[in-house]
């Protein structure tokens, strides 16, 4: 990995830190973006890439942003829910703003929709509890 892509990092987290930290995780030819633990952004070939969700998607569109495309082992095409920034608003903390409450908003919304539902049949378990069967027990 070069200095330069470092320095994009370094500055892409540091243009999304807002109040909290932001880290960057290696993953796949790039860095996953997290906020507050919230995946939030990719950033690959020195372009960043926000999640976006349906409104947020056409709002890049308007800006001009590109979706991006990965193209897995069968050769087909696959688009994520992550937008190029517009190139303006990588200018500041303050520009990115709405784009980056957008992505915080639209993981905050993917997180909520893969947590599990309980099973109807399922009875709460006490913390720490455990159950045993009895084996071998004859009744008096």
């Known amino acids: ?53 349906d409104a947020g998607a056409r709002a890049f569109e308007e800006a001009g942003s590109s979706q991006l495309v990965v193209h897995k082992s069968t050769d087909r095409p696959i688009a994520l829910s992550y937008w190029s920034v517009p190139a ?27 947590v599990p539902k309980p099973k109807r049949d399922a009875k709460p378990k006490l913390a720490g509890a455990k159950t045993t069967r009895a084996k071998n027990v004859k009744p008096d």
């Not at 993953?27 to 976006?52: N, T």
């Not at 608003?89 to 980056?100: K, N, Q, T």
């Open 1 to 53: 990995m070069t200095t330069r892509r470092n320095e994009f990092i370094d500055y892409c987290v540091e243009l999304l830190g807002g109040a909290q930290a932001v880290t960057a995780k290696r993953m796949f030819s790039g860095h996953g973006l997290y906020y507050d633990g919230l995946f939030i952004a990719i950033v690959i070939d020195e372009q960043l890439y926000l999640k976006a969700d």
């Open 88 to 114: 303006e608003a990588m200018e500041s903390p303050y520009l990115i703003e709405p784009w980056r409450r957008g992505a915080i908003a639209a993981a905050l919304a993917s997180r909520a929709s893969k």
